[in-house]
C-alpha cells in the first residue's frame, strides 16, 4: 500500500529524467491527472494523457527535453507530506526560485499553480514545488 502518491510520482518523475527516458507511465488518479495538467501548461512536460483500464488507469507522461537533451525540470520538491501538512495563505504562498518555478497547491476551487492561486486570491495546502 502506498501512502504518499504524490511524492512517488514525483521520484518516478525525477528517475525518468535521471535515465533520460522519453516518458514514464504511473497508476493514474485525477489528482495525478492535475499535477500533470499544470506540469503541462507551465511547460515542464510535453504531453501526458490517461489510458483507460479497469482499475485508476494509467497515466502516461511524455518528458520535454532540448536539442542538447537538457531536461525542462531541473528539481521537484515534495513540501507538505502525510505525517506534516504545509498550508499557506494566499498573501504567503511562496515564489519558488524568484518566479522561475512554481509550486502547486491543493486549494478550496481545486489544484492550482501558484500563480493562478494568486490570481484567484485563495491559499491552500502546498504540495510541491517544481522548477
Known sequence: MMTDPIADMLTRIRNALLAKLPELSLPGSKLKLEIARILLENGFIQDYQLIEDDFSGVLRISLKYDEEERTAISGLKRVSKPGRRIYRKKVEIPKVLG???????????????????????????VLCYVW
Open 99 to 125: 518566479g522561475s518555478g512554481i509550486a502547486i497547491l491543493s486549494t478550496s476551487v481545486g489544484i492550482l499553480s501558484d500563480r493562478e492561486a494568486r490570481k484567484k486570491n485563495v491559499g491552500g495546502e
